[in-house]
T-cell receptor, first 114, second 114 residues
Framework: AQTVTQSQPEMSVQEAETVTLSCTYD???????LFWYKQPPSRQMILVIR??????QNATENRFSVNFQKAAKSFSLKISDSQLGDAAMYFC???????????FGTGTRLKVLA | EPEVTQTPSHQVTQMGQEVILRCVPI?????FYWYRQILGQKVEFLVS????????KSEIFDDQFSVERPDGSNFTLKIRSTKLEDSAMYFC????????????FGNGTRLTVT
């Protein structure tokens, strides 16, 4: 069975600072993909970043980057130069070969302090 | 940029009534999904759909739920006899492929059962 765990229900960061959101996962599959989604108060789920398990290089998208530790089954999201608009719920998600579903963690609520 | 559209944005119904939630996935996507989120918390998988049939469903997706793609564009979720505990935000999503393509979500339908 696949699982995704986000152990930080809530995090706070000062504007312009850097914050790291944690995610661990478990799967027995070798072919899988990991995602971070942002859910602002508007409720829409927005893709932040995607990582292929077969790639050693960590994905980056502007101020967002991941630290993918395959052996540890860890997939953390780093947000640099945090902005007020980054305040949202952040969900980690896992998609594996052999299944037709993506599993989501319980989310981390990020607050950005002015 | 193409997007997933959902209607209505908010649906209020009485317990025991049938509701149909509608979605128009992105046109070149092949896989369609329904997820639900209760009180802004965990994003729960309900069902995935490919090639006009259910690919995978969760334990939540019992006999009172059904999905259909009645034409080339719409994808619907029907709840036959709603219960109070069905009150949630329902998200439709689509993807080009599994497991590597990210899910693209609609804005959600907030279902309130009274």
């Amino acid at each position: 069975a696949q699982t995704v765990t986000q152990s930080q229900p809530e995090m706070s960061v000062q504007e312009a600072e850097t914050v790291t959101l944690s995610c661990t996962y478990d799967t027995s599959e070798s072919d899988y993909y990991l995602f971070w989604y942002k859910q602002p108060p508007s409720r829409q789920m927005i893709l932040v970043i995607r990582q292929e398990a077969y790639k050693q290089q960590n994905a980056t998208e502007n101020r967002f980057s991941v630290n993918f530790q395959k052996a540890a089954k860890s997939f953390s999201l780093k947000i640099s130069d945090s902005q007020l608009g980054d305040a949202a719920m952040y969900f980690c998600a896992l998609g594996t070969s052999g299944t037709y579903k993506y599993i989501f963690g319980t989310g981390t609520r990020l607050k950005v302090l002015a | 940029e193409p997007e997933v559209t959902q209607t209505p944005s908010h649906q209020v119904t009485q317990m025991g009534q049938e509701v149909i939630l509608r979605c128009v996935p992105i046109s070149n996507h092949l896989y369609f999904y329904w997820y639900r989120q209760i009180l802004g918390q965990k994003v729960e998988f309900l069902v995935s759909f490919y090639n006009n049939e259910i690919s995978e469903k969760s334990e939540i997706f019992d006999d009172q739920f059904s999905v259909e793609r009645p034409d080339g564009s719409n994808f619907t979720l029907k709840i036959r006899s709603t219960k109070l505990e069905d009150s949630a935000m329902y998200f439709c999503a689509s993807s080009e492929a599994v497991p590597g393509s990210p899910l693209h979500f609609g804005n959600g339908t907030r279902l309130t059962v009274t």
